[in-house]
T-cell receptor
């Protein structure tokens, strides 16, 4: 079982607020990912990282930003939240073989 | 571009009945293939994966899937459904040769299990 942790699990914030979703993994995985999932819908990749100081945008355009200063940590930030950002955000990582991705439990964000 | 099609957004079976969830991919080069399960308000848990070798893959909780290149399919089955199998199931692919190993997901199938 993978050890990947996301905080907060649930967050309700007002429009215009800045928020950071935390993601940490204890497996030493190089690759990390952020997926966005609207309720009842499929997942879309919004950011990924090959390793420290490497970040790339995913297939779905997102106003969020990410950073990768440490291997184990891959936070996602929204500078000014809007109701359209309401969604579930899932963090994931993969190891040296790269062909299995492990997911955290997700962060549910509601912007009111 | 690579895509994944899951036939049926909802599948309903009786407890004890066969579960069949369908997944087809669209690429000439078979990708890595995965099935994930998602329980309410949870993240995704890997059920099984196909990378190479034997085309019938066994996973957790009694599920298995068979890779059929000629049909570009990777359908998920379980001989006997249990109430605890009720969840959302996602088929996903990762293109071979893509060093990011990012996943491309299908739209998901919600499995309902009737008592």
């Amino acid at each position: 079982e993978a050890d990947i942790y996301q905080t907060p699990r649930y967050l309700v914030i007002g429009t215009g607020k800045k928020i950071t979703l935390e993601c940490s993994q204890t497996m030493g995985h190089d690759k990390m990912y952020w997926y966005q999932q609207d309720p009842g819908m499929e997942l879309h990749l919004i950011h990924y990282s090959y390793g420290v100081n490497s970040t790339e945008k995913g297939d779905l355009s997102s106003e969020s930003t990410v950073s990768r200063i440490r291997t184990e940590h891959f936070p996602l930030t929204l500078e000014s939240a809007r109701p359209s950002h309401t969604s579930q955000y899932l963090c994931a990582s993969s190891g040296p073989l790269g062909n299995t991705i492990y997911f955290g439990e997700g962060s549910w964000l509601t912007v009111v | 571009a690579q895509s994944v099609t899951q036939l049926g957004s909802h599948v309903s079976v009786s407890e004890g009945a066969l579960v069949l969830l369908r997944c087809n991919y669209s690429s000439s080069v078979p990708p890595y293939l995965f099935w994930y399960v998602q329980y309410p308000n949870q993240g995704l848990q890997l059920l099984l994966k196909y990378t190479t070798g034997a085309t019938l893959v066994k996973g957790i909780n009694g599920f298995e899937a068979e890779f059929k290149k000629s049909e570009t399919s990777f359908h998920l089955t379980k001989p006997s459904a249990h109430m605890s199998d009720a969840a959302e199931y996602f088929c996903a692919v990762s293109p071979r040769g893509d060093s990011s190993y990012k996943l491309i997901f299908g739209s998901g199938t919600r499995l309902l299990v009737r008592p």
